[in-house]
């Protein structure tokens, strides 16, 4: 027992790292105590400290120099300690597993390295034979994960550098167009800058790397040109670094910023469209790469795995290998790589578009002033809380207040219960808090009594199982794609809206008489959203407000960019047509790149769903045609007709007797059905550029490998 000790205390080393990783205040504490231990030493001037805040600031890391380099320090420590001890035990584990014996070590080793002879016989070690086992470990094993562990935490602020850097080349297009168009209606460059500052959630990452600059100016009083420099000179993307120089040299010489903004604003148009072409070349690469190594590999690798399983040795640990583990980790691995590369690759449409719509508040809807002074829009402005028959301070609202906020409190419940089927379309997710309770109702409903056996247990619930799973893709997918279908029928309307909306501005009208025109127009699934917009002005909001609400309905990112563009327009000038021609072309463009790489993947999906079809259709064969041929050789090789011995010798067929041919149908059932999941999903992630896009192929694959396999069995 004394030999485990020193795992208890290993294990002891890494309780409070993993806390740390969960828990804020674990990890506040950690982080004290790192910088109690090393603050000193990670606090020195030198060109290595330089170059790590370098990259602290470049990841965007809310973390200060010391503490993130302390604590660094400390989890190589850790590492260190715990990985000496852990190696011991992981290499006698090892052996443990291999079957390795300690006479074959002593054989194999020099005499000198012959009392690792001992990791075959852990638990019977007193501490003076533990001992130098512990010593070597230290010596290769500890050092290891210490340098690994330290040289992780840096590499990862490196890739998180890097991922910042696509997401800010990704989005900076839609943010140069949104600083060129308040800058087209009259607002001073600073108050452009902080007013996208506030709509960092609609803009994404390169209006946050801006807002960097935004934050310098208003905290500590620098200059716009030397926090555009600064923000230049930190920040990852090179693209960003290229504009933010650019526009501190416009604004320091005077020319005309509009016209630069106009230049750069079309020079990104043109290169999101040749990304768009690297991204569908780089797209077809991995739709060739996933068809030949995770479609015909496995195929490939079932087939003859098989016949060498039937022929010569059993191989059946193998093929479940294959099947439960190696398919669905390699398709992970895959869908996790896919994303990483195509966003990297600069896919403008797809990564400014990934974050979930509903995180798009409605923060920063709202220009500059929200005070009492006058408003283009109209609408009503709230007082200050006074009472019509006593003085400034007398608040008669107080009891409706007390229950609007006992309201508030319960306001999920109620929302979640008036309106369950908006609620599930808004988030799919929650489907699954209806289906997989009945999907495991159907499960134990349809699976009844089942013997003990592997074999009898898997036949028994594999297809209630497989049901079950239908049942749950098919219910997110299907509620995903209203959503989806809808939010996209609305955006199509949303350059005619704006492009209308600018005309009728241009002719004269206000901004409120304009949309009151528009509700009625002709604009497809918009017109009802206008309507409301409209109804809320009557009631007494501002048009903001009631563009503002439309926005968190809907749910878009295109129609929340265009209300913040709109929104924080209206608040600058009431001449807000060329901010709205702006916006429109904005969207047009949007909409055409996303047709085109709509069609062009449309290829892709074909490709995927056929390669699926030819693994189905040889799976079939194999189990149609071949596990019955070696069931009929099988009994051939045991007797002759009527169960009486032939005589006659049958060669390799003898070795046929010991196959179950059931446990090789089961094993293809069950490689069809997951190879259909992991295909459907895959299809989704290159064909629409979200696997959530690839539960309803999932849905479908699943049903014909089920209905396939439900025919012929």
């Known amino acids: 027992m004394l030999s485990y000790v020193p795992l208890a205390v290993a294990l002891a080393f890494l309780v409070p790292v993993v806390a740390a990783a969960v828990n804020t205040r674990a990890n506040l504490a950690t982080t004290r105590l790192a910088v109690h231990l090393f603050g000193e030493y990670v606090a020195d001037r030198s060109p290595r400290r330089g170059r790590q805040r370098d990259r602290l600031r470049a990841a965007h890391v809310p973390v200060t120099h010391r503490s993130y380099a302390s604590a660094t320090l400390l989890y ?15 290499a006698a584990a090892g052996l443990a597993l291999l079957r390795v014996g300690g006479d074959a070590i002593r054989e194999t080793l020099p005499a000198a390295l012959g009392f690792l002879a001992d990791l075959t016989r852990l638990g019977d070690l007193g501490v003076a034979e533990l001992f130098p086992l512990l010593l070597l470990s230290a010596a290769t094993v500890g050092p290891g994960a210490a340098v690994g562990v330290y040289w992780l935490r840096w590499e990862l602020l490196d890739q998180r550098a890097h991922a910042r850097a696509s997401r800010i080349e990704a989005t900076l297009p839609r943010t140069v167009a949104f600083v060129y168009a308040l800058s087209r209606s009259g607002m001073s460059f600073p108050i452009v800058l902080d007013t996208l500052a506030r709509n960092e959630d609609v803009y994404g990452e390169a209006a946050r790397e801006l807002g960097v600059a935004v934050r310098d100016m208003n905290t500590f009083g620098t200059d716009v040109l030397s926090a555009l420099e600064r923000t230049s000179a930190r920040t990852p993307s090179e693209t960003m670094a290229e504009f933010g120089e650019n526009l501190a040299s416009v604004l320091a010489s005077g020319r005309s910023l509009s016209g630069f903004l106009r230049d750069q604003y079309e020079r990104y148009q043109e290169e999101a469209e040749s990304q768009q072409e690297q991204y569908l070349e780089l797209v077809s690469t991995f739709a060739e790469a996933y068809v030949t190594v995770l479609v015909a590999g496995p195929l490939f690798f079932l087939t003859i795995l098989v ?8 191989t059946m640990p193998l093929l479940r290998a294959v099947v439960y583990v190696a398919i669905p980790l390699a398709t992970f691995g895959f869908v996790v790589y896919i994303d990483s590369i195509t966003r990297s690759a600069g896919d403008a449409t797809t990564a400014a578009d990934a974050a979930d719509p509903r995180l798009l508040g409605l923060r920063g809807v709202g220009g500059t002033g929200r005070g009492a002074s006058s408003r283009t829009d109209g609408g009503a402005v709230s007082g200050v809380g006074f009472d019509s028959g006593g003085g400034e301070g007398s608040d008669r609202w107080t009891a409706s207040r007390e229950r609007l906020a006992a309201y508030d409190r319960v306001a999920t419940v109620v929302d979640a219960v008036s309106r369950p089927g908006e609620l599930l379309l808004e988030r799919p997710g929650l489907t699954a808090v209806v289906t997989v309770p009945l999907g495991l109702v159907w499960i134990a409903f349809r699976a009844g009594p089942v013997s003990l056996s592997p074999l009898a247990i898997a036949r028994a619930i594999d297809s209630p199982l497989i049901e079950a799973s239908i049942l749950v893709l098919v219910a997110y997918g299907l509620a995903y794609e209203i959503d989806k279908r809808r939010t996209r029928a609305i955006e199509r309307a949303v350059p005619d809206f704006l492009d209308r909306m600018a005309s009728l501005n241009d002719a004269g009208m206000t901004v409120v008489e304009s949309l009151q025109r528009l509700t009625r127009s002709d604009l497809d699934r918009l017109t009802p959203e206008i309507e409301r917009a409209w109804r809320d002005v009557q009631w007494g909001a501002d048009v903001s407000t009631a563009l503002g609400r439309l926005r968190g309905r809907v749910r878009s990112p295109m129609v929340a960019r265009a209300v913040a563009l709109v929104t924080n327009a209206i608040d600058a000038s009431g001449e807000v047509a060329p901010v709205l021609e702006i916006a429109a072309d904005e969207a047009r463009a949007t909409r055409r790149l996303r047709r085109e790489r709509r069609q062009v993947m449309v290829t892709y999906l074909l490709v995927i769903y056929i390669s699926f079809l030819v693994f189905l259709g040889i799976i079939v064969a194999l189990t149609v045609a071949f596990i019955p041929a070696v069931e009929g050789a099988q009994l051939t ?3 002759g007709a009527g169960g009486v011995p032939t005589g006659v010798s049958t060669g390799m067929i003898g070795s046929l007797g010991s196959v179950n ?17 992991a295909s459907g999903l895959v299809a989704g992630q290159l064909g629409e550029g979200s696997v959530r896009d690839g539960v309803k192929h999932a849905a ?9 396999f439900l025919v012929i069995g």
């Open 307 to 314: 016949v060498i399983g039937i022929v010569l040795s059993d």
């Open 637 to 639: 090789s045991q007797g």
């Open 76 to 90: 190589a420590g850790v590492a260190g300690v715990a990985g000496s001890v852990l190696g011991v035990y992981a």
């Open 661 to 677: 041919v059931g446990t090789y149908v089961v094993l293809f059932y069950h490689a069809a059905a997951i190879q259909g999941v």
């Open 700 to 708: 479908i694959m699943l049903v014909l490998a089920y209905g396939t």
